[in-house]
């Protein structure tokens, strides 16, 4: 039993960044340069990454909140608009759509995947919806496909949040990334699948759209870095403030790309340790990530009973359990915005996020797991 064996490195932590040992060294080397802004190592981490999702335009800014924010702007949406969104997601999805001006309006999700779905996406649908922004929860990819007609017909805009999804792939192999018809927005905080220490990065679709974004990435300025340092004079074209991507952060980023199969490899690996620790276990059931085609970012289980009992329980024995995430539409902040989403109420009051990260090992799993066990027993 758990409370009888050596606890193993890891469980105390519900997530962590792996580091390769190779992001000081990087670090290091753009010290000394004193432009720490966008610069070199920002275009060599937008390079990189899209190389990998196989894209010819990326944009680094500061945040994935940021990368939310000015994709919606970049598309013109503001105030009078709705955008459809999961309410179980971090409140920075939410947080980007308010800022903007637009109004959110919460979809239901499926409860087997806990993401949006067509028909949820339908059903929340109204004369004003401008775009709809899918959040790929714990990396797996959403298909919106059915609907796709539907939207464009409407003139309604997909920005995918994949946040949680950098590596992942759809069903039919592309990356996560890839659609020319989607805008995607990463983020890399210190526990994303890949990390900047913060950061974020826009997928456009469109080479207008990639010099749309990096105006407003910053202060609205046409001209790159390296062009304005040989100018006497530079243009502003329209608003903007200081979201780049710094050389600093940026540097840790082109350090982490070098080794991203490796990390890809090691979270697929940890996600089906869990799966099959997890398979015996009465009362709690492991939300399908997809793994085959997904980077995960997170295990996620659903307790059948006493989801706050069982998460005390934990953290009181050194387990460090999370809920990703309390329902968006019952916070005071988008009370204006609430809607009944029963589903979304019901999963969210049963969700715990076991931990995940790439310092865990299988003993780190099987001891988390028999712990789990004690906590249901115990809140029974």
Not at 291 to 315: A, I, K, Q, S, Y
Not at 351 to 370: E, Q
């Amino acid at each position: 039993m758990a409370s009888t064996t050596t606890r193993p490195p890891g469980v105390e932590r519900n997530a962590a960044p792996l580091l390769h040992g190779t992001e000081a060294a990087a670090l290091a080397a753009v010290l000394p340069g004193g432009q720490w802004g966008h610069g070199p190592a920002t275009d060599q981490f937008e390079a990189g990454v899209a190389d990998l999702i196989g894209v010819t335009h990326t944009v680094a800014v500061n945040s994935g909140t940021t990368a939310l924010h000015l994709a919606l702007r970049s598309i013109g949406i503001g105030p009078g608009d709705d955008v459809v969104l999961p309410s179980l997601t971090f409140c920075a999805s939410v947080q980007a759509i308010t800022w903007s001006g637009a109004a959110p309006r919460f979809a239901e999700i499926d409860p087997r995947m806990l993401a949006v779905t067509p028909d949820t996406v339908l059903e929340a649908l109204t004369p004003n919806t401008r775009a709809v922004m899918p959040v790929l929860y714990g990396g797996r990819a959403v298909d919106l496909t059915p609907i796709r007609d539907h939207l464009a017909d409407r003139g309604i805009q997909i920005i995918e949040d994949a946040a949680h999804a950098f590596g992942s792939r759809r069903p039919d192999g592309t990356m996560v990334g890839a659609d020319p018809a989607v805008l995607t927005c990463f983020s890399h905080d210190p526990i994303k699948n890949l990390t900047t220490g913060q950061g974020g990065t826009i997928i456009p679709r469109t080479r207008e759209e990639a010099d749309t974004l990096r105006s407003l990435r910053l202060f609205g300025i046409v001209q790159s870095n390296d062009a304005r340092a040989a100018m006497t004079s530079y243009e502003v074209q329209g608003p903007g403030m200081r979201f780049d991507m710094s050389q600093l952060n940026a540097a840790i980023g082109v350090a982490q790309l070098k080794h991203f199969p490796q990390t890809a490899a090691h979270r697929q690996h940890l996600w089906r340790t869990y799966q099959v620790e997890l398979a015996g276990l009465d009362g709690a059931h492991l939300v399908d990530v997809d793994v085959v085609n997904t980077v995960p970012f997170n295990c996620v289980v659903v307790l059948d009973h006493h989801r706050d009992e069982v998460f005390r329980h934990l953290r009181e024995h050194g387990i460090g359990v999370a809920v990703h995430y309390p329902p968006n539409h019952t916070q005071a902040a988008f009370s204006a915005w609430h809607r009944d989403l029963p589903v979304t109420e019901q999963v969210a009051g049963r969700i715990l996020g076991l931990p995940f990260h790439p310092a865990m090992t299988h003993d780190s799993v099987r001891y988390t797991v028999a712990a789990l066990a004690d906590a249901i027993k115990a809140a029974a």
